[in-house]
T-cell receptor, first 113, second 115 residues
């Protein structure tokens, strides 16, 4: 079954700390792995897109990694800020056909002062 | 650019009524997507268009749902008749393509409540 699983479901950290969110996927054939940030009451915003040949990609304090062999990805947030409080959604895309996106359920991150 | 525009932002209706959600994609984007987001199922693709033509509607839950794109700058998602289980946030997104080279840009969503 083609699916994306994320862990943890929710996470609370203190401002300034680092954290890592995990994603496992079973989408095949696989094209790319995306991370989105979704603030409460808003649409998702793209953070990174990695193809199967890329191991890591950064966007400011966000660094995503991809291991296409084990079908795992992570999103590392450095020096967290209050504005990082959001849901982070991992998305795997099919290769070919309709290039459909398969969304994970998301990790809800709360950054406390 | 104003980004993807959706209206209304909130809709409350009674079971059995017709609901129409509207979307204006980013100018120049050839692809338009409709998604539904619920706590139970997360984000799910309902249908997408390429150059105003529906390409994949396999995610449309049933015949009560229909979507149209009469021109490059406007799309609607209609539910008739609406049911309480249709309550969700509906997102419209647009992009220049569907490969890894292209991001999808999401609108702010329409929160639908069917009582």
């Amino acid at each position: 079954k083609n699916q994306v699983e994320q862990s943890p479901q929710s996470l609370i950290i203190l401002e300034g700390k680092n954290c890592t969110l995990q994603c496992n996927y079973t989408v095949s054939p696989f094209s790319n792995l995306r991370w989105y940030k979704q603030d409460t009451g808003r649409g998702p915003v793209s953070l990174t897109i990695m193809t199967f040949s890329e191991n890591t990609k950064s966007n400011g304090r966000y660094t995503a990694t991809l291991d296409a062999d084990t079908k795992q990805s992570s999103l590392h947030i450095t020096a967290s800020q209050l504005s990082d409080s959001a849901s982070y959604i991992c998305v795997a895309q099919f290769s070919g056909g309709y290039n459909k996106l398969i969304f994970g359920a998301g990790t809800r991150l709360a950054v406390h002062p | 650019d104003a980004g993807v525009i959706q209206s209304p932002r909130h809709e409350v209706t009674e079971m059995g009524q017709e609901v129409t959600l509207r979307c204006k994609p980013i100018s120049g984007h050839d692809y338009l997507f409709w998604y539904r987001q619920t706590m139970m199922r997360g984000l799910e693709l309902l249908i997408y268009f390429n150059n105003n033509v529906p390409i994949d509607d396999s995610g449309m839950p049933e015949d009560r749902f229909s979507a149209k794109m009469p021109n490059a700058s406007f799309s609607t998602l209609k539910i008739q008749p609406s049911e309480p289980r249709d309550s969700a946030v509906y997102f419209c997104a647009s992009s220049l393509g569907t490969s890894s080279s292209y991001e999808q840009y999401f609108g702010p969503g329409t929160r639908l409540t069917v009582t």
